[in-house]
């Protein structure tokens, strides 16, 4: 019954210390995304001014909103529809080869003015067989260093998932962009992704994590004991 109590009251403790370290889910590309105004929710959509690039000066120039509603989405008036970016999808620009670039930024827009470590995750997935599409992760750190921290092929289809920890600070951007290699044919990618702080274990948690361990040893000895116990009646009757 003590040790039973003594695991109970180590779990009450850890499940209150951990809320004031949770992660914050900063950004969610697809719950996020909306054509109401450029930087809503944090996010941009543009393209680099250069073709095939995966850094570079980013612009919203010449975007516009176009769709039916539930299903607007911002257009970058080339041919084809394109460049294009959608609540789940994007696709590079087919007369300049530009990027078209999905940008969150940091602190923006009333969004959380995070300092510290920020965790991407998300998938890169062929929404159009054939073709030869690029996709890439670009962040600008609190030294406005800049970051690719992938440019990765997608043919076929298996979806290429990320998952990357990187240093940010109000001001910093973070970039989903799909480049379109030789052509702009094929090339329409479907995205998913999501930012979050990185949680960082504060000394306390950790002792009491430990305390909660100590806890659990004494519990298991105890039932190994009483196995043993059971174990060794046989044998000496
Ligand atoms: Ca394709
Ligand atoms: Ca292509």
Redesign the pocket.
């Known amino acids: 019954m003590f040790r039973l109590g003594m695991v109970a009251a180590s779990a009450v403790i850890l499940a209150g210390s951990s809320t004031s370290r949770a992660q914050i889910l900063l950004a969610d590309s697809q719950a996020d995304f909306s054509t109401a105004a450029q930087g809503t929710n944090g996010f941009q959509y543009g393209v680099y001014t250069a073709a095939n690039v995966t850094s570079g000066t980013f612009s919203t120039a010449g975007f516009v909103v176009v769709g039916t509603p539930p299903n607007t989405y911002w257009y970058g008036s080339e041919s084809l529809g394109t460049p294009a970016i959608t609540a789940t999808a994007q696709h ?1 620009a087919f007369d300049t080869l530009r990027p078209a670039v999905r940008r969150y930024t940091v602190g923006s827009n009333g969004e959380p003015a995070f300092t510290g470590l920020a965790r991407l995750q998300g998938t890169f997935s062929d929404l159009d067989p054939g ?3 690029f996709a890439f992760v670009t962040v600008t750190d609190p030294n406005n260093s800049i970051h690719v921290l992938m440019d990765n092929v997608i043919v076929g289809a298996t979806p290429i998932l990320f998952d990357f920890t990187i240093a940010v600070a109000p001001g910093s951007t973070i970039d989903f962009g799909v480049n ?8 329409l990618t479907g995205f998913a992704g999501t930012i979050t702080t990185s949680p960082v274990p504060e000394p306390a948690s950790i002792a009491l994590t430990l305390l909660g361990g100590i806890a659990l040893t004494l519990t298991r000895r105890g039932r190994s004991s009483q196995a043993g116990n059971g174990a060794r009646r046989p044998s000496s009757d």
Do not use: A, L, V
């Not at 379109?180 to 090339?187: I, K, L």
């Open positions: 590079p073709g030869d599409t379109p290699g030789t052509n702009g044919f094929n090339d």
